[in-house]
């Protein structure tokens, strides 16, 4: 994974103050037909293989999402879950159309963009999806819905700022150049309203984006 991170004076030090690290790496998916969902996942989706082992009456694969430090596992044997029962398995995105409309141009049949009808962050229930984006933007409230072959269901949902307390607020790290790009664009847009706001040009521009970007990713209060 390619990460552009940047590290915060405040880190806490000392094991009496932090807790054991506990990363997600991995989530098993139950597929009734491996080559099948091997194609899925790797031509349509186009996500990276990390492995493909291949043995006497079996295979067992490892996929991971771009820009995903978690990965997936199908395979032969490997868990008792019945085919297609993971459902609504979250991938975050900075864009929500224009993934659709990669995942869309790449044969998957992917739903429109929806939002809770209600203005709220209900993604599960059929019954409140109203159609297209949140009419707001808001961070956390547009979504996308598809399934893999199986039926395994997984959803887009499209996150642009983090509410507070969801990530380290001493660490600041965007997981591929698209997002780093579109974060980036987000600070442009709200610079130049700074500056409409000031009346003058900002020559200390770099240091506005900057705190906009970090602020914006751990959920503290944006930079007016």
Known sequence: MSTTEVRGDG??????????????????????????AAEFYGEKLGWRVDADFKRP????????PPGSPCSIIFGTGITPAAPGSSQ????????IEAAREELVRN??????????AGGGYNRFDPAVRASGPDPQRRTYASFVVFNDPDGNGWLLQEITARFAGRI???????????D???????????????????GQHDAEWADWYAAYM?????????PL
Do not use: C, N
């Open 11 to 36: 880190a806490k030090s000392g094991a009496s103050t932090r807790r054991a690290d506990m990363k997600l790496e991995v989530v098993v998916i139950p597929v009734a037909d491996v080559d099948r």
């Open 57 to 64: 009456g079996g295979r067992l694969l490892q996929f991971t």
């Open 88 to 95: 609504f398995l979250h991938l975050v995105v900075s864009d």
């Open 107 to 116: 044969g998957v049949d992917a739903s429109e963009v929806f939002h809770d």
């Open 168 to 178: 380290d607020s001493d660490e600041t790290a965007y997981a591929s150049v698209p």
């Open 180 to 198: 780093l790009a579109s974060a980036l664009r987000r600070a442009e847009a709200a610079h130049g309203e700074h500056e409409k706001r000031t």
């Open 214 to 222: 970090v602020a914006e990713q751990s959920g503290a209060e944006l």
